[in-house]
Nanobody
Framework: QVQLTESGGGLVQAGGSLRLSCAASGRTFSDYVMAWFRQAPGKEREFVAARNWSGGNTAYADSVKGRFTISRDNAKNTVYLQMNSLKPEDTAVYYC????????????WGQGTQVTVSS
């Protein structure tokens, strides 16, 4: 059974940094795309960043380019989202997601971790 477990959220001041972790288990993810999404109160869930598990291809939302970095640690089966220069508008619940590379829809989701950026 696939499980994605996020951690690392919290409260940080504007301009600060946080690193989110997504521990993945239950299968081999070498042919998967791993992604981060977020959902702010009263807003729809939005894409933040994604990368192929095996390759180096990455994609970012325009709103986070140059500030956020998605990476993975094969040995720990974990995907990270390094968030720098945080802004109050980055406040949201952040979700880890996974899909096979040949599909568009994300099949697996974590439970989410809250990130709050104070001004």
């Amino acid at each position: 059974q696939v499980q994605l477990t996020e951690s690392g959220g919290g409260l940080v001041q504007a301009g600060g940094s946080l690193r989110l972790s997504c521990a993945a288990s239950g299968r081999t993810f070498s042919d998967y795309v791993m992604a981060w999404f977020r959902q702010a109160p009263g807003k729809e869930r939005e894409f933040v960043a994604a990368r192929n598990w095996s390759g180096g291809n990455t994609a970012y939302a325009d709103s986070v380019k140059g500030r956020f970095t998605i990476s993975r640690d094969n040995a720990k089966n974990t995907v990270y989202l390094q968030m720098n220069s945080l802004k109050p508008e980055d406040t949201a619940v952040y979700y880890c997601a996974a899909r096979p590379f040949f599909l568009v829809k994300y099949d697996y989701w974590g439970q989410g971790t809250q990130v709050t950026v104070s001004s």
